[in-house]
């Protein structure tokens, strides 16, 4: 019996590793899709190792099943592994390598609510991005004729107007045209966006959890459920800097002799949380500049002596550890918690 079997996922044709207790290998063979269930049904439990990547977690959760210990490693802890050679043999003899490595970090299978969540959430972010790409073309082609207008999604009232009256800027027909088919894909995917804000709020609103991330000022919706769908469990954490070091909000290392050196942001965590913890600090600190009500003096005295953006990202950072604290402890944000997340 196998003590680990390493899988290399593919679409139609999949590569197992199998070894025993001492890593020694026992077998290597391919298996077609329609295989593979047939297979690790009539195997005995065993530890089944695959990286993190498409159709992992389905994988993950087809062999856990039948009662295997399924874990998944990231792409980049497995590349160390691969000798010489890259073909499917070779990355499975990898991936079973860095599977017995006493200190791997795995990554947590999630669950098809989870999946569910996070695939409502990379539509929208998608449809957003599709909507910035259609308006900056349409201004790229009307500033070519003289039509300017400012960046944003509100300026598309006086794109509207150019268009409306093509005549006071001699546009070609053929241009007036064409921007009116910008516009109106830009006004189907912003009802699109519109519609999905809607059903990410209605979600974030059916969970306990999420509605108490989002008592965090410069937490909302979106945000708590980024979290929810890509964020392994709380618990896993030893501690709130440790969240904040997955997220990839904390500074690069350069150290070496005994003498630390840290860079710029290490960047090299999850980024999606990453950025919107990012943009939730930057609105907190938009709000209090404009409001003129800094209640924190820690953001008051970061303010007066660094760059805005620089302070959000360390506000970003203080976000991540309170998010942490309130998940592990089950409890609300409360501006005494300052402590907690300092």
């Known amino acids: 019996m196998a003590h680990l079997v390493a899988i290399d996922l593919a679409k139609n044709v999949f590569q197992l590793h199998g070894v025993d207790d001492r890593g020694a290998a026992l077998f290597r063979k391919k ?61 499975a003899e990898a991936i079973a390598e860095a599977a017995q490595r006493p200190s791997m970090r795995f990554v947590e299978p999630k669950t098809k609510d989870q999946q569910s969540r996070a695939a409502l959430f990379r539509t929208r972010d998608l449809f957003v991005r599709q909507r910035t790409q259609l308006v900056n073309a349409l201004r790229g082609t009307l500033a070519e004729f003289g039509a300017i207008a400012a960046k944003g999604i509100p300026q598309l009232a006086r794109l509207r107007g150019i268009l409306e009256e093509p005549d006071s800027h001699d546009l070609p027909e053929s241009v007036a045209a064409l921007s009116k088919m910008y516009l109106s894909r830009i006004e189907d995917i912003s009802k699109e966006v519109d519609a999905l804000t809607v059903q990410i709020k209605a979600e974030s609103a059916s969970h306990p959890e999420l509605r108490r991330l989002q008592t965090m000022p410069g ?73 003129k009500k800094i209640a924190d003096p820690w953001i008051a005295r970061m303010l007066a002596k660094k760059p805005r953006l620089m302070v959000a990202v360390a506000l970003a950072n203080r976000m991540a550890r309170g998010l ?19």
Request: with cysteine; net charge positive; hydrophobic share 40%.
């Open 324 to 342: 942490w604290a309130m998940t592990v402890k089950n409890e609300e944000f409360r501006p005494s918690h300052r402590d907690a997340i300092a």
């Open 219 to 291: 937490v909302g919706p979106i945000i708590a459920l980024a979290i929810d769908s890509f964020a392994p469990d709380m618990k896993t954490f030893r501690s709130g800097r440790d969240f904040a070091a997955w997220l990839g909000l904390v500074p690069k290392q350069h150290s070496s002799g005994g003498k630390e050196r840290l860079g710029k942001t290490s960047k090299m965590g999850q980024r999606d949380i990453r950025r919107l913890l990012i943009s939730g600090a930057m609105a907190v600190l938009q709000w209090a500049q404009r409001s």
């Open 31 to 91: 298996l077609r899709r329609e295989q593979m269930l047939d297979f690790f049904g009539r195997m005995e439990s065993t530890q089944v190792a695959m990286e993190a990547c498409a159709t992992a977690h389905f994988w993950a959760r087809e062999l856990a099943s039948f009662g295997h210990t399924v874990r998944l490693i990231a792409p980049q802890y497995v590349k160390p592994y691969v000798k010489r050679q890259k073909n499917d043999m070779a990355d």
